[in-house]
């Protein structure tokens, strides 16, 4: 099984070697790379990579992944979950201060997450579990418990780039999926069919790949799939399960909801399915039809090795290359962890970061719905797109609009009221949470703060921060820091 599961990959990587050079890539190609496969890198990481080729540099990214993260633990991981009946017999003031502390322990561990993607030595497996959180998509509103999402969190990045059936099963039967998509109410008689429908429309099949009576059949075989409420684990209940036989896209038999997940596997519009949304979130905006298909058949056939599919697409020539075809909308989380890593800078408040991503449309542990967000040119709209530029202001200026200093009473004290907990999650959202060493950063490429411009070193700061030509270039006489300010602040910056 491991020299086919060799072969196979090698097949693969034959398929994206045939666009692929000997040459060194470069900087800026590095950047490039580095950009699509992680966050925007520092020069010293693109630096690292010029030397190497195209296929050298993938391969040193997936030998460098991780499945743990970096960043210790919030301390409450491990607290013991209130069970809902006694939530209800609460009284109201416990209750409030209960679903507050919960606030709180979610604004902490999106700032631990987001501080790991800032410091991992591995910005692809940050990635990856990016991505598989927008895929099988949860969100603490519904599921309430941080530290299931904490767990969930683990569980992803611990099958990032593993395999893609494990993973299926795995994120299937996790705790907080299960609350999000009301599987837990799910039984013999009266099955609930959210889950089975966001299995296939979202997680496997896609959308037009199924019809209504296989939800229905296949929501009787995931009734059981319940969890401990006190220990927040998965159990199968087996006397609310129903056994009896059921047909799901042409094959019958008493099936529980594991075997619905492998006749799910076993169909290749779930491979295509996956491969396609991996395209657009590494190569380009639309997928190349008849090369997703062929690294489908690869990807099913060989074992669901996503190692494998990553591979094969980080060697496709677009991430390579750049122009207006090929480039694709950095979301609020590629700007901000970028902006850190590439200018070196420092992520001061990692909480009041957080709660900025979310103005940006992209709050963590909280997609807006069982789709997650949308993506690509979605992210950007008249009130998204001046929260991301006032974010790269006060990081490149260091104005904040709140002091930073009461920022730690801000998130620890229970607010009074949902008004109160709005407007302190309003001022941390103007905390300057993000520092630029602007100094550091266009001596780099030979500039100054105070000084001119040249426009040799106004091309070469643009050559290392966009991918695409700016609309509106810095003017001719500008101050280095004006001219950095243009750029960050430009449309350009907006891509990658």
Request: proline fraction near 6%; charged fraction near 20%.
């Amino acid at each position: 099984m491991a020299l086919l599961r060799w072969f196979l990959i090698g097949m693969l990587s034959l398929h994206a070697a045939a666009f692929a050079t000997e040459q060194p890539l470069g900087p800026q190609k590095a950047r490039w790379l580095l950009t699509r496969a992680g966050f925007a890198p520092s020069d010293a990481e693109a630096a690292e990579y010029s030397t190497l080729t195209h296929r050298s540099a993938v391969d040193r990214l997936l030998a460098g992944a991780r499945t743990t993260a970096l960043a210790p633990a919030p301390l409450w991981i491990d607290e013991r979950l209130v069970p809902p009946r006694e939530f209800r017999a609460m009284s109201d003031e416990q209750r409030r201060v209960q679903l507050q502390k919960q606030i709180r322990m979610g604004l902490e561990l999106r700032g631990w997450w987001l501080r790991e993607m800032v410091a991992t030595p591995s910005p692809l497996t940050e990635r990856m579990t990016l991505f598989w959180h927008n895929h099988f998509v949860s969100a603490q509103p519904k599921v309430r418990y941080a530290q299931l999402m904490y767990r969930q969190n683990v569980l992803l990045r611990q099958h990032a780039l593993g395999r893609f059936d494990e993973l299926l099963h795995a994120a299937a039967k996790d705790p907080a999926m299960l609350i999000y998509l009301d599987a837990v109410t799910s039984r013999r008689g009266s099955p609930n069919e959210n889950f089975a429908r966001e299995v296939m429309e979202l997680f496997t099949l896609g959308e037009g790949n199924y019809g209504e009576q296989d939800v229905k059949e296949a929501a009787r075989a995931f009734t059981g799939w319940s969890i401990d409420p006190a220990a927040g684990t998965y159990v199968f209940r087996r006397l609310l399960h129903d056994g009896g036989a059921k047909t799901v896209l042409g094959r019958s038999g008493r099936f529980d909801g594991d075997a619905v997940l492998d006749i799910l596997l076993a169909q290749p519009s779930t491979a295509e399915f996956i491969v396609g949304k991996l395209w657009r979130e590494f190569v380009s905006p639309e997928p190349d039809g008849a090369r997703v298909r062929s690294i489908a058949i690869q990807f099913r056939i060989g074992g669901w090795h996503i190692d494998g599919v990553v591979r094969a697409l980080l060697m496709q020539p677009e991430v390579i290359e750049r122009n207006d075809d090929n480039a694709l909308v950095k979301s609020p989380v590629d700007l901000v962890a970028g902006l850190v890593r590439q200018s070196g800078g420092e992520l001061t408040a990692p909480v009041p970061a957080a709660v900025a991503l979310a103005g940006m449309g992209q709050n963590l542990f909280s997609p807006p719905n069982v789709r997650g967000w949308a993506g690509g040119v979605a992210w950007i709209n008249t009130q998204t797109l001046l929260a991301r530029k006032q974010f790269l202001d006060r990081a490149l200026t260091g104005t904040s609009a709140g002091p930073a200093e009461a920022m730690a009473t801000t998130v620890a004290e229970p607010a009074a009221s949902a008004d109160g907990l709005r407007r302190r999650l309003q001022a941390l959202e103007q905390v300057r949470s993000a520092r630029v060493d602007s100094v550091a950063w266009l001596a780099s490429v030979g500039l100054a703060p105070e000084r001119i411009a040249s426009p040799d070193a106004r091309a070469r700061l643009e050559q290392a921060l966009l991918v695409v030509a700016p609309s509106a270039p810095a003017r001719e006489g500008a101050l280095g820091l004006d001219t950095l300010r243009a750029v960050l602040l430009g449309p350009a910056y907006q891509l990658k």
